[in-house]
């Protein structure tokens, strides 16, 4: 079946922690996103990626980054510099680029001590 | 600023009865709309979408309609069942550029 993995579903660091979230998918999808969701507001964008080794800071890129060195992989860190990391985190992909929906993992909780 | 607005947080339906779920945005450059489905602690799925150059778009027992003139969009389910109870968001794009609503939390009471 195919689909997108987000590991591990629950995560918790330490403040001033580096921490990365995984997302794979086996869709052959091109493009591939990163989103944050907080209590009572939409998903907003914090990077996406239309071919590999390319990507595109979203609304609220600051304190974060990402690579995407393989088509089934973009893997989002959430580094020291992100003021305000707790939250939920959900990683999508979609064929090529257009007007496509967007398939989206189950999502990773984020949880900063 | 929001660009997309669900302004019901929440909205409940008796079984069998139509559910309708609202959507404004501001964006005039907005071409492509969509309605997500999300159960507590999963992703959204995907459920209907819409291009700009129709004002509806049927599947089943999900209708979206799209008013671009009132620059509002509006889900209908009919009949709603109690798996339809759920958080729904809608969601507009140029090009590659998404934006969601915060979501309405749709309960459908048998």
């Known amino acids: 079946d195919g689909g997108i993995t987000q590991s591990p579903k629950y995560l918790f660091r330490k403040e001033g922690q580096n921490v990365t979230l995984s997302c794979e998918q086996n869709?052959?999808?091109?493009?591939m996103y990163w989103y944050r969701q907080d209590p009572g507001q939409g998903l907003r964008l914090i990077y996406y990626?239309?071919?590999?080794?390319?990507?595109q800071k979203g609304d609220i890129a600051e304190g974060y980054s990402v690579s995407r060195e393989k088509k089934e992989s973009f893997p989002l860190t959430v580094t020291s510099a992100q003021k305000n990391p707790t939250a939920f985190y959900l990683c999508?992909?979609?064929?090529?680029?257009?007007?496509?929906?967007?398939?989206f993992g189950d999502g990773t909780r984020l949880s900063i001590l | 600023d929001q660009q997309v607005k669900q302004n019901s947080p929440s909205l409940s339906v008796q079984e069998g009865r139509i559910s309708i779920l609202n959507c404004d945005y501001t964006?005039?450059?907005?071409?492509?709309f969509l309605w997500y489905k999300k159960y507590p602690a999963e992703g959204p799925t995907f459920l209907i979408s819409?291009?700009?150059?129709?004002d509806k778009n049927e599947d089943g027992r999900f209708t979206v309609f799209l008013n671009k003139s009132a620059k509002h969009l509006s889900l209908h389910i009919v009949p709603s069942q109690p798996g339809d109870s759920a958080v729904y968001f809608c969601?507009?794009?140029?090009?590659?550029?998404?934006?969601f609503g915060p979501g309405t939390r749709l309960s459908v009471l048998p």
């Open positions: 999508a992909s979609s064929i090529g680029t257009g007007p496509r929906p967007q398939h």
């Open positions: 869709l052959n999808h091109d493009a």
């Open positions: 990626s239309q071919i590999v080794n390319d990507f």
């Open positions: 964006n005039s450059m907005f071409d492509y």
């Open positions: 819409i291009s700009s150059i129709k």
């Open positions: 969601a507009a794009s140029e090009g590659q550029n998404f934006v």
